[in-house]
């Protein structure tokens, strides 16, 4: 049998799938052991047992001056952040992006300016919002809006111009509206798409939210990172790193399940990631 026709169960599936992460954490630990070998003091390859007990510090161990758990505050900061710019670039972009899918007049007027603000860096930006709306939590979440919410505005419009035009004919032919042909028709179904488009954009949220953090926060993960990076607690710097590595798949799976959930019609091709 050609490999390609092969299948994999559940179970080798997940099997596979460990194997690059079992490959990975062997290659870090022989790494680390060698470089302590030779340096018992080194900083920059602290060993598997350091890194576990500076997360377990950080997440159960109340800090002296502030009593907080480091680790759960800094996820909660950072999670509201998240969430926020997330959901308005979701919410911003399945407005405007029927709008400019759909309606030929607003297509003309927006799908420029949405085109060119899409392509500017928004890292670039990012003094200019600090100026603009200070220091605050704003600057941070409309960061993460400039930074993902034009893609996502693009790819609902390139939704709704995949819509076979047949069923936008049936429509108007039965007597249906705009408003009508956009709840009952356009709606329906680049819902699905919004949430693959969200799911995608998940990864660069988390650049422009880890980057907002480092400049100005006094909490967050983004901040914790830049904070001891001074001190090169690698021990500290390298479990945040995998904690938000695991927040963000966690997201994205959750992502992924509500749309099967609600949406199952959209995933009957399976071969989805």
């Not at 500076?54 to 952040?81: H, I, N």
């Not at 969200?198 to 949220?205: D, E, F, S, V």
């Not at 963000?248 to 995933?267: I, K």
Request: include cysteine.
């Amino acid at each position: 049998m050609r490999l390609i026709n092969q299948t994999v169960s559940r179970r080798g599936r997940f099997l596979l799938g460990a194997i690059p992460f079992v490959a990975l954490i062997a290659v870090y630990a022989v790494a680390s052991h060698i470089r302590r070998a030779e340096n018992p003091a080194d900083k920059l390859l602290p060993s598997l047992g350091a890194m576990s007990d500076a997360f377990v510090r950080m997440a159960f161990s109340p800090e002296k001056r502030s009593g907080d758990y480091l680790l759960w505050a800094d996820t909660a900061d950072s999670l509201v952040r998240l969430g926020l710019g997330v959901a308005i670039s979701a919410l911003l972009a399945l407005c405007v992006g029927i709008a400019i899918g759909f309606i030929p007049k607003v297509r003309a007027g927006l799908a420029p300016v949405v085109a060119a603000i899409s392509l500017i860096p928004p890292l670039a930006v990012l003094p200019i919002l600090f100026i603009v709306f200070g220091l605050g939590e704003l600057a941070k979440v409309a960061l993460i809006i400039i930074g993902i919410m034009p893609v996502m505005t693009r790819s609902m419009a390139q939704a709704v111009g995949e819509i076979p035009t047949e069923q936008i004919v049936k429509a108007q032919t039965l007597g249906a509206s705009t408003w009508q042909m956009i709840v009952r028709v356009v709606l329906p179904q680049v819902v699905p798409k919004l949430i693959t488009a969200t799911r995608l954009a998940l990864g660069p949220a988390w650049i422009f939210l880890i980057s907002a953090e480092a400049i100005a926060a006094t909490g967050g993960l983004g901040y914790r990172i830049f904070l001891v990076r001074r001190y090169l607690a690698m021990d500290i710097i390298l479990p945040y790193v995998a904690w938000i590595t695991c927040l963000a798949f966690l997201l994205d799976q959750a992502l992924r399940g509500v749309s099967r959930r609600l949406f199952a019609w959209a995933h009957l091709s399976g071969g989805e990631l």
